[in-house]
Nanobody, 116 residues
């Protein structure tokens, strides 16, 4: 069983910063991708940033403001978000896709709200 637990969301003013954390536990082998997605009501979940192997990939509109990093020893993933905008308001999910079982796993999500 794989579990992902996110933390670090909250309310911030436009232009502010937040850092999200995601700690993974369980039978984690052969990671295909691990990263952050976000979703707003009525819209599909979209990629924010992820690691594919050692490579960090970003959605085009996230580059420069968001930075993904990880502590592999602690199985923890981070997302540093700067210069936040009201349109960044969403539930942010940590996601993990494994080669070992071909499944995708998701955390419970953490709400990020950016006020104007």
């Amino acid at each position: 069983q794989v579990q992902l637990v996110e933390s670090g969301g909250g309310l911030v003013q436009s232009g502010g910063s937040l850092r999200l954390s995601c700690t993974a536990s369980g039978r984690i082998f052969n990671i295909a991708t691990m990263g952050w997605h976000r979703q707003t009501p009525g819209k599909e979940r979209e990629l924010v940033a992820q690691f594919r192997g050692s490579n960090a990939e970003y959605a085009d509109n996230m580059k420069g403001r968001f930075t993904i990093s990880r502590d592999t020893a602690q199985n923890t993933l981070y997302l540093q978000m700067t210069n936040l905008k009201p349109e960044d308001t969403a539930v942010y999910y940590c996601g993990l896709h494994l080669y070992s079982d071909g499944r995708s796993y998701w955390g419970q999500g953490t709400q990020v709200t950016v006020s104007s």
